[in-house]
Nanobody
Framework: QVQLVESGGGLVQPGGSLRLSCAAS????????MGWYRQAPGKERELVAR???????KYADSVKGRFTVSRNNAKNTVYLQMNSLKPDDTAVYFC???????????????WGLGTQVTVSS
């Protein structure tokens, strides 16, 4: 069993900052890509940022220059530093990872349960 547990969401004023964390645990041999998606009410889930094991990153155009994704491979953890937050960033943020399982070495795509981020004055 592999789990992703997010933390760090909350309520913040426009222009403020938040840092999300996501830790993977369980039967993990290694993790390829890790990243963050978000889903606002009435909208589809969308990619926010993604980082592969070697460090290359990809961002949604709407967050470039404001958000930074990083990871600690030794801790199987991915982070999302969010600055200059806007009301449009309000959503549930989900962690996602491509995990290679121990023993079987099967590749699985895993989702966390999500953490709410609300940007409002």
């Amino acid at each position: 069993q592999v789990q992703l547990v997010e933390s760090g969401g909350g309520l913040v004023q426009p222009g403020g900052s938040l840092r999300l964390s996501c830790a993977a645990s369980g039967s993990i041999s290694s993790i390829n890509a890790m990243g963050w998606y978000r889903q606002a009410p009435g909208k589809e889930r969308e990619l926010v940022a993604r980082i592969i094991r070697g460090g290359s990153t990809k961002y949604a155009d709407s967050v470039k220059g404001r958000f930074t994704v990083s990871r600690n491979n030794a801790k199987n953890t991915v982070y999302l530093q969010m600055n200059s937050l806007k009301p449009d960033d309000t959503a549930v943020y989900f962690c996602n990872a491509d995990v290679i399982r121990t023993l079987t070495f099967a590749l699985e795509n895993i989702w966390g349960l999500g953490t709410q981020v609300t940007v409002s004055s």
